[in-house]
């Protein structure tokens, strides 16, 4: 990046400073010396590089505001484009500003497509069953799985064969509009008080209600109803100019597509989150799992498995969000089997303990206790007859407490703590119980969370005021 700037204006960069970059691999950075600035683009993939230079260079001409480019190697691996700044769109209040951005995707949708040669667009030319299959299966292994949900693989491909048809049906108003693919306020830079565009590189020729949801629905933009309505009005305003579309046929297939978005966005989390440990796409789940939760309460009655399994889903209390918010230590204690994988921390702070039961005489061998749990008076004296399992817990309590007390004193407000054996319903059970009531009761000053993940049963016990809530 920094010869490509040199060969542009015949002078090294003074300062070349790393940028961080969105959910690819793509390295970028901004390099700055004698008045100039711009950024520099290093991508992994000839072709996704093509294809936003060829996008880029043909929305610049029909008008469209985007990076110029300014130079690109003779690989075409590396490019510099022109520096828009640091302010982004995302986390913005200003419904004049978001209106007005919404008003000016029919240009990029319709004009934007005019003239366009799809043939380059990375990975597919055009939205189609393959790519929607492609989504609906990202989130199924990525998220799905993941999550430990337990479902029925055969029903629920079913419903999505449903709603991939649904998808592709003919309910866009022409065959030839540019679908943005990752329209949302993270890839909109505003530079004096106007909207740019940046990220198009994986556009495609697809309908128009997709971009709607990715932006107005954008999971952690959080827009509330009304300012939602007003986004859609003026972007339905702007598209007359186009196409004479229904408002309400369009509303009505415009729901289908938030519902899609939504779980190509969570297979992007759980990836990103759940996979490769990316803090922010870890700390995204919670609400998009909100606006996935809010949207399956009115029933999509063409695809009622799926919707059972969406609602089960956001009702997990292994993925949802901490609860303190009071500058408080809270704990999140966490029983789970080992064949569904170890428990992810939502909050991204990573670290914590994860002790392993599966040591411990197994009542779950025994037929008497199959159906119980630790925390079922039985399942107790089996475990507690040989003093094993408590043992183990006096060597947890000598590691867990003063790693608690020197949290508490330097102000942290998260730890977790983690119980796994081989189904997640005996010895895990008991662990967590006995390890979040002896904290609990210890240090009357945090909030424990105790989650039995396999059971799907959550508490939070608030210490202080010696209550609980499950």
């Known amino acids: 990046m920094e010869k490509l700037f040199e060969t542009l204006y015949r002078f090294s960069p003074e300062t070349t400073t790393p940028l961080t970059g969105s959910g690819s691999n793509r390295q970028y950075c901004r390099m700055q010396g004698r008045g100039v600035s711009c950024i520099g683009v290093r991508g992994t993939d000839p072709l996704e590089n093509k294809a936003f230079l060829t996008i880029a260079a043909h929305f610049r001409k029909k008008g469209i505001p985007v990076p110029e480019v300014l130079a690109v190697s003779e690989d075409g691996m590396t490019y510099l484009q022109e520096d828009l700044g640091d302010v982004h769109l995302f986390g913005s209040s200003d419904p004049d500003l978001l209106c007005r951005t919404m008003s000016l995707l029919p240009k990029i949708q319709f004009e934007g497509a005019d003239g366009m040669d799809f043939s380059i667009c990375y990975p597919e030319p055009s939205f189609s069953m393959r790519t929607v299959m ?164 009115e029933p999509f009655e063409e695809y009622p498995y799926l919707c059972g399994i969406l609602r089960r889903l956001t009702e997990l209390p292994s993925l949802s969000a901490s609860s303190a918010g009071d500058g408080r230590l809270e704990v999140k204690v966490c029983s789970f089997s080992y064949k569904k994988g170890i ?51 006096d060597h947890v309590y000598g590691v867990v407490e003063p790693h608690v007390e020197t949290y508490s004193r330097r102000g942290f407000t998260s730890l977790m703590v983690s119980f796994g054996c081989t189904g997640g319903q005996h010895r895990s059970v008991y662990c967590a119980e006995h390890l979040a009531a002896r904290l609990a009761e210890k240090y009357p000053d945090i909030i424990v969370r105790l989650t039995h993940r396999e059971q799907g049963w959550s508490s939070v016990i608030l210490g202080k005021a010696g209550e609980s809530e499950s």
């Open 134 to 297: 492609f989504d609906l299966n990202y989130f199924k292994y990525c998220f799905l799985k993941a999550s430990g949900l337990e479902f029925n693989e055969i029903r629920l491909q079913d419903d999505f064969d449903k709603l991939a048809s649904d998808l592709l049906s003919d309910g866009h108003p022409v065959g030839n509009t540019f679908m943005y693919r990752d329209f949302q306020s993270r890839n909109v830079m505003v530079r004096d008080g106007e909207p740019y565009f940046i990220d198009f590189q994986g556009g495609r020729r697809g309908p128009i209600h997709y971009d709607v949801a990715s932006f107005v629905w954008h999971a952690r933009s959080g827009y509330p109803k009304e300012l939602r309505e007003k986004m859609v009005q003026a972007y339905l305003e702007a598209l007359s100019a186009y196409a004479d579309i229904d408002a309400e046929t369009f509303g009505s297939r415009l729901r289908i597509f938030v519902l899609f978005r939504l779980l190509q966005v969570l297979g992007a989390y759980g990836f990103r989150g759940l996979m490769e440990g990316k803090a922010r796409f870890v700390e995204s789940i919670p609400s998009a799992l909100a606006e996935l939760r809010d949207l399956v309460s």
């Open 343 to 393: 428990p992810r921390d939502l909050t991204g702070n990573g670290g914590g303990y994860v002790f392993d039961c599966r040591s411990i005489h197994n009542p779950g061998r025994y037929v008497p206790y199959k159906k119980l749990t630790g925390r079922d008076e039985p399942v107790i004296r089996f475990l507690e007859d040989d003093g094993e399992i408590i043992r183990f817990l």
